[in-house]
């Protein structure tokens, strides 16, 4: 299994922004996969997740509303997007696959830096 | 929502000696099926977390036998038999039982004293 991200991102408050996973060494449709915020020096929140096979989408209470979560399946491609970005909204962005056993997490992404700031 | 606690939060280690962090859920995290989801996570400094141990107490291809993962219901401990060096970095338990999701103890950070 292997999920690789996008690159890193500078962006100013207000603008718009939408990050990648490509995901690969698995059937994409068939398990959950989805994001973890890592704010700066602190530790992990769970931020939601897809079902690429039906687009099925969840999300954490801290983030409904807050971000867009999507999927290709024709890419085998995951997305996190934001439509306003915030200064608090700094913070590394890793894509996770849950494995099909309840809600544990086996892959994780390298990681997406995004920077917000004026 | 299940709240997960970690001790310690710092942990200061010698080489080759053991080591020994806890994991506390606010309710039991025994799934539908019987079985307990229980995950323990490590992330060197500028690194993605790594999973070490899936159901409490399996480890994963690679991780050395020096790490085991042990307990059940709401009381769980990740212990390293003999630290080395490679061992620093914050670790994490995280729950894959309940929703939602991904809940996350505060990481305990192991340093080598």
């Known amino acids: 299994v292997q999920l690789v991200q996008s690159g890193a991102e500078v962006k100013k408050p207000g603008e718009s922004l939408k990050i990648s996973c490509k995901a690969s060494g698995y059937s994409f449709p068939s398990f959950w996969i989805g994001w973890v915020r890592q704010l700066p020096g602190k530790g992990l929140e769970w931020m939601g997740i897809?079902?690429?096979?039906?687009?099925?989408?969840r999300y954490g209470p801290t983030f409904q509303g807050q971000v867009t979560i999507s999927a290709d399946k024709s890419i085998s491609t995951a997305y996190l997007q934001w439509s306003s970005l915030k200064a608090s909204d700094t913070a590394i962005y890793y894509c996770?696959?849950?494995?099909?056993?309840?809600?544990?997490?086996?892959?994780w992404g390298q990681g997406t830096l995004v920077t917000v700031s004026s | 929502d299940v709240v997960m606690t970690q001790s310690p939060l710092s942990l200061p280690v010698s080489l080759g000696q053991p080591a020994s962090i806890s994991c506390r859920s606010s309710?039991?995290?025994?799934?539908?099926?019987?079985?307990?989801?229980l995950n323990w996570f490590h992330q060197r400094p500028g690194q993605p977390p790594r999973r070490l141990i899936y159901k409490v107490s399996y480890r994963d291809s690679g991780v050395p036998n020096r790490f085991s993962g042990s307990g059940s219901g709401t009381d769980f401990k990740l212990e390293i038999s003999r630290v080395e060096a490679e061992d620093v970095g914050v670790y994490y338990c995280?729950?894959?039982?309940?929703?939602?999701?991904?809940?996350f103890g505060q990481g305990t950070k192991l340093e080598i004293k």
């Open positions: 995280m729950q894959g039982t309940l929703w939602p999701p991904g809940t």
């Open positions: 897809i079902y690429p096979g039906d687009s099925d989408t």
């Open positions: 309710q039991s995290l025994v799934y539908s099926d019987g079985k307990t989801y």
């Open positions: 996770i696959k849950h494995t099909g056993s309840a809600w544990e997490i086996d892959s």
